[in-house]
């Protein structure tokens, strides 16, 4: 009974900041390594950042130095702040779940637009 569950998600204006949520519940949280993807229209899924459960970090080029993926384990979220947002930004934003190479759980999405 894993879920995910992504919030924070809307109309920004180019050069302005969002910050995502995922709520995981059902898991032991802290065991899982921690993914945000995105899926802009008509293009592939692609890894956004993605955190360990020894929170070490790693950003796709595209969003490094503008993004930043943390993680609160008390409160089992993962979060994404963006920063100096860009239209192609502009995307699907889901939250994944890793655990070794046997459990994988996906969240459903929450919608990023940037534009003016």
């Known amino acids: 009974q894993v879920q995910l569950v992504e919030s924070g998600g809307g109309l920004v204006q180019p050069g302005g900041s969002l910050r995502l949520s995922c709520a995981a519940s059902g898991m032991i949280f802290r065991l899982y390594t921690m993914a945000w993807y995105r899926q802009a229209p008509g293009k592939q899924r692609e890894l956004v950042a993605d955190?360990?459960?020894?929170?070490?970090?790693n950003y796709a080029d595209s969003v490094k130095g503008r993004f930043t993926i943390s993680r609160d384990n008390a409160k089992s979220t993962v979060y994404l702040q963006m920063n100096s947002l860009k239209p192609e930004d502009t995307a699907v934003y889901y939250c994944k779940a890793v655990h070794g190479w046997t459990a994988n759980y996906w969240g459903q999405g929450t919608q990023v637009t940037v534009s003016s």
């Open positions: 955190i360990t459960s020894g929170g070490s970090t």
